[in-house]
């Protein structure tokens, strides 16, 4: 999977919206972009995917640069519970099935 | 629809012992996938497999590490003669398939202390 950058840490107030960002300048045509999280003591979580299109659903928005060399996780009003890190992961299914995770960002809220 | 199941929760193992980790997948998943998440590490591949095989194993250490998941039963990983550096906690994920889609659901992770 190619590399993704991400800051190491991020903070949030709780209720306001949040902007985690996420470089891949290397990504290639068929790479999907997916982003997963984990809560402390948690297993990861997916919360969102997509390829070219921005995406929504009920966890979150993904906004993908028109270039693709880049997107953005986008959390429309942070909770507390939304204190995690935050992997933005790169997957090629031609090179294999498994998730290649990151550092990460670590997204710490506010009350 | 339960989600992901992994036992036990905490496992302590002295060294030299056997770690035996099981996880059930998701109703109706088929596709099983170990990760381990070494102390202030991030988390890492191991293992990829289907029912009765093997996909792929390019993550495990060479030694002392296996898994399978049988026709019948949980994916199990063992771990012979656990060494102190094996303390980590190990997640299982689970998914239908593996379309360009696919989602991996996380069971919540066994953590593994050898003392």
């Known amino acids: 999977d190619a590399k993704t950058t991400q800051p190491n840490s991020m903070e949030s107030n709780e209720e306001e919206p949040v902007h985690l960002p996420c470089n891949h300048s290397t990504i290639s045509g068929t790479d999907y972009i997916h982003w997963y999280r984990q809560l402390p003591s948690q297993g990861p979580e997916y919360v969102i995917h997509g390829l070219t299109s921005n995406v929504n659903n009920r966890m979150a928005s993904l906004a993908i640069a028109e270039d693709r060399k880049s997107s953005t996780l986008i959390l429309h009003r942070a909770t507390l519970r939304d204190a995690a890190v935050y992997y933005c992961i790169l997957r090629d299914y031609n090179a294999g099935n498994m998730l290649t995770f990151g550092g990460g960002t670590r997204l710490m809220v506010k009350p | 629809n339960a989600g992901v199941m992994q036992n036990p929760r905490h496992l302590v193992r002295r060294r030299g012992q056997e770690a035996r980790l099981r996880c059930s997948p998701m109703?109706?998943?088929?596709?099983v996938y170990w990760y381990r998440q070494l102390p202030e590490e991030g988390l890492k591949f191991m293992v990829y497999l289907q029912k009765e095989n093997i996909i792929d194993e390019s993550g495990m250490p060479k030694e002392r590490f296996s898994a399978e998941f049988p026709k019948e039963g949980p994916s199990i990983l063992r771990i012979q003669q656990v060494v102190r550096g094996d303390s980590a906690a190990y997640f299982c994920?689970?998914?239908?398939?593996?379309?360009?889609?696919?989602?991996?659901?996380f069971g919540p992770g066994t953590r593994l202390t050898v003392l």
């Open positions: 994920a689970s998914s239908t398939n593996t379309g360009m889609t696919d989602t991996q659901y």
């Open positions: 109703k109706g998943h088929s596709h």
